[in-house]
Nanobody
């Protein structure tokens, strides 16, 4: 079994920063593409940023220049540095990873989500 656990969410004022982490654990041979999604109340889940195992990144237009995605392959951990936060960034943030399991097989896994609230 594979688990993804997010951490680092919280309440921050507009213009502030937060750093989210997503740690994968369990029967992992290798984690490939990893992604951050978010879902605001009443809205559908949207892709925020993605990173390949080799470090190629992609961002939603709404976060370009403010958010930075990164990863540590040795630790099977992904990060999202969020700067210049805006109230519209308020959402539950989820990590997603494509994982090759020990013993074979590739599946996509989701974390439980972490709440980010941007408010004065």
């Amino acid at each position: 079994q594979v688990q993804l656990v997010e951490s680092g969410g919280g309440l921050v004022q507009p213009g502030g920063s937060l750093r989210l982490s997503c740690a994968a654990s369990g029967s992992i041979f290798r984690a490939d593409d990893m992604r951050w999604y978010r879902q605001a109340p009443g809205k559908s889940r949207e892709l925020v940023a993605a990173i390949t195992r080799g470090g190629t990144t992609n961002y939603a237009d709404s976060v370009k220049g403010r958010f930075t995605i990164s990863r540590d392959n040795a630790k099977n951990t992904m990060y999202l540095q969020m700067n210049s936060l805006k109230p519209e960034d308020t959402a539950v943030y989820y990590c997603n990873a494509e994982v090759w399991r020990l013993g074979g097989g590739l599946s996509a896994y989701w974390g439980q989500g972490t709440q980010v609230t941007v408010s004065s």
